[in-house]
């Protein structure tokens, strides 16, 4: 999202989908993959991947070869009496201001 008008920049076409690139500092910049979810113009980024195991990641993601934020999870898998689940004991997004949506759990980052 733009940090002073609130468009998302997607949407606008300041930035492509195609130029995002997701990589994991703590695995030697090793790509990740994700999903951009367009529909409606929601303009997500989804990262399928954290959470199924307990693990510490650290990402950078960039745009058109801009670094945008970092973002780093501590995710840890427990198991209950019927099923198993993730606890999150950290979530930082670092290199840029972001906003929580807490009814859905969407960050939207705030670009200038």
């Given at each position: 999202m733009d940090k002073t008008n609130g468009e998302n920049l997607f949407t606008n076409g300041t930035y492509e989908s195609a130029n995002i690139a997701i990589t994991d500092n703590l695995?030697?910049?090793?790509?990740?993959?994700?999903?951009?979810?367009?529909?409606n113009n929601l303009n997500l980024i989804q990262i399928g991947?954290?959470?199924?195991?307990?693990?510490?990641?650290?990402?950078?993601?960039d745009i058109s070869d801009n670094h945008i934020f970092n973002f780093y999870v501590d995710a840890e898998r427990k198991m209950g009496t019927c099923?198993?689940?993730?606890?999150?004991?950290?979530?930082?997004?670092?290199?840029?201001?972001?906003?929580?949506?807490?009814?859905?759990?969407?960050?939207?980052?705030?670009?200038e």
């Open positions: 695995n030697n910049d090793e790509p990740i993959e994700f999903t951009f979810i367009s529909e991947s954290i959470g199924w195991q307990s693990q510490i990641v650290n990402l950078q993601i099923c198993s689940y993730t606890e999150y004991n950290e979530i930082t997004i670092e290199a840029s201001e972001f906003e929580l949506d807490t009814q859905n759990g969407i960050y939207k980052i705030l670009a």
